[in-house]
């Protein structure tokens, strides 16, 4: 008898633990466990260590180029812009995303909407653009402000392919993501193919009219003259860069003078509606001595939905290569730039262009007094 109640008391001590061990496999969202299998801790391009959720489905920029490069890549998880849409921009961007908030966003002297912020919560902020010092210490401050994970993604122009991927990484974008780096670095390794081959006497010499005067430039060095480097031009500024580097670092001011000895064979200039002086250039008596102008060779650059040549400096310039390379050597850069540009709207933009549109957009004749 005895021996019965022992082996009943053994077998009712079993099912008893058997019971809370199946209790332990039901754990809920709420349990440290569950928590930390919702976040991950990543490296970003900065070398910070910074947590961020394993599936993210909103994100912000902190800055027009990053911006851009999220319209680009996944849309649907932008939660706003970081400045008011142009019209140009507009016209090229589907209806769905033109309404989205502006946000503001820390770049120039520009500060984001921090309450607003806070009431949509993004689950993670990028900065996409040029590391330094002052990014990451600005970074690492909006981060604790916020308590919202903020990424530095480093962004060359010749590393934008591994600027995207980074980001598809992250955003969980992966196959879109190595679709449009493919793209980037396919188009830089022809481009810089092409441009070795031309000859170091035949390189064009160029300025890069800035500004509401077209008498701001940049120097070698500035990111916001690589495109033309990497297609073979040559920069006739020889100035030093203002600023620290940043997105609006630069547009060193030029004297009128100094333009007249470089005495460009080719000047890219903004358009009006962008802050330029293009027409000003070809109209104004102070700059008929000047080659590139007495030859009818002053070119507006295309800026909708961006800018593809600079400002701002992201995805737009992948095309801004083979349009600036076709334009200064086309026998070298023989693309058809009417199938290159409808490709690149519909892979990068999401937007089917016409061929009329296409040519619009191509619409580079020399200017004419």
């Not at 053994?10 to 019971?19: D, F």
Request: hydrophobic content about 35%.
């Amino acid at each position: 008898m005895h021996e019965k109640k022992t082996s009943c008391l053994l077998g009712l001590t079993i099912i008893v633990l058997l019971v809370l061990s199946l209790a332990g496999c039901g754990q809920t969202a709420s349990t440290p466990a569950d928590q930390d299998a919702a976040t991950r801790t990543i490296t970003d391009m900065a070398g910070r260590s910074v947590t961020v959720p394993v599936t993210i489905k909103t994100a912000f920029s902190t800055n027009p180029i990053g911006a851009i490069a999220l319209y680009t890549l996944c849309p649907d998880k932008m939660v706003g812009w970081n400045y008011e849409l142009r019209p140009d921009e507009k016209k090229f961007i589907s209806p769905e995303y033109q309404s989205l908030p502006n946000l503001g966003g820390w770049y120039a002297k520009n500060t984001g909407n921090t309450e607003e912020l806070l009431k949509v919560k993004p689950d993670v902020l990028i900065n996409l653009g040029a590391i330094n010092n002052t990014e990451i210490s600005n970074a690492d401050k909006i981060q604790k402000q916020l308590g919202i994970p903020v990424v530095l993604i480093d962004a060359p122009v010749t590393g934008m392919d591994k600027a995207l991927e980074f980001m598809g990484d992250l955003l969980g974008e992966k196959t879109r993501a190595q679709e449009l780096a493919d793209y980037c670095r396919n188009t830089i390794d022809d481009v810089t193919a092409k441009a070795a081959q031309i000859p170091s006497d035949q390189r064009v010499r160029v300025y890069y009219a800035e500004g509401p005067k077209g008498l701001e430039t940049e120097p070698d060095g500035s990111r916001h003259i690589e495109t033309l480097q990497v297609v073979g031009g040559i920069n006739v500024a020889e100035v030093t860069q203002q600023g620290a580097g940043g997105m609006n670092a630069g547009q060193t001011p030029v004297s009128m003078e100094q333009v007249l000895s470089w005495n460009p064979e080719v000047i890219l200039a903004w358009q009006e509606n962008q802050g330029g002086f293009y027409q000003g250039i070809m109209s104004d008596p102070a700059w008929q001595p000047i080659k590139a102008v007495q030859q009818h060779r002053v070119y507006r650059i295309p800026n909708a939905p961006y800018n593809w040549f600079d400002r701002p400096p992201s995805v737009n310039r992948i095309i801004g290569f083979k349009w600036l390379g076709n334009l200064l050597y086309p026998e070298v850069f023989n693309y058809d730039m009417v199938t290159e540009v409808k490709n690149f709207y519909q892979k990068f933009y999401h937007y089917d262009l016409s061929d009329e549109q296409a040519k619009a957009l191509l619409s580079q004749e020399p200017a004419a007094n």
